[in-house]
Nanobody, 124 residues
Framework: QVQLIESGGGLVQAGGSLRLSCAAS????????MGWFRQAPGKEREFVAA????????IYADVVKGRFTISRDNAKNTVYLQMNSLKPDDTAVYYC?????????????????WGQGTQVTVSS
């Protein structure tokens, strides 16, 4: 059974930074794309960032481009999301997910395993 455990969320002031981590118990981790999504209260889950199996390709939602950076360490089966210049609109539960493809995708239907999520709250 695949387990994804997110950590690193918390409360931060606007303009601050957080680094999310997602540890995956997945033997094929190094061959699959990984993604981060988020869901704010009363809103649908939305794509944030994704990375290819070898870190060669990354994609971002326009609203986080230039502020967030996704990375991965295949030796540790872990994917990260560095979030800088945080805004109150970034407040949400953040989820990592395993993509069914080796390259990054913004489409949630292409992700087959999801973590429980970690809360990020940005105060103004």
């Amino acid at each position: 059974q695949v387990q994804l455990i997110e950590s690193g969320g918390g409360l931060v002031q606007a303009g601050g930074s957080l680094r999310l981590s997602c540890a995956a118990s997945l033997r094929t981790f190094s061959s699959v794309g990984m993604g981060w999504f988020r869901q704010a209260p009363g809103k649908e889950r939305e794509f944030v960032a994704a990375i290819s199996w070898n870190s060669g390709s990354t994609i971002y939602a326009d609203v986080v481009k230039g502020r967030f950076t996704i990375s991965r360490d295949n030796a540790k089966n872990t994917v990260y999301l560095q979030m800088n210049s945080l805004k109150p609109d970034d407040t949400a539960v953040y989820y990592c997910a395993v993509c069914g493809l080796s390259y990054p995708s913004p489409n949630s239907y292409q992700y087959h395993h999801w973590g429980q999520g970690t809360q990020v709250t940005v105060s103004s």
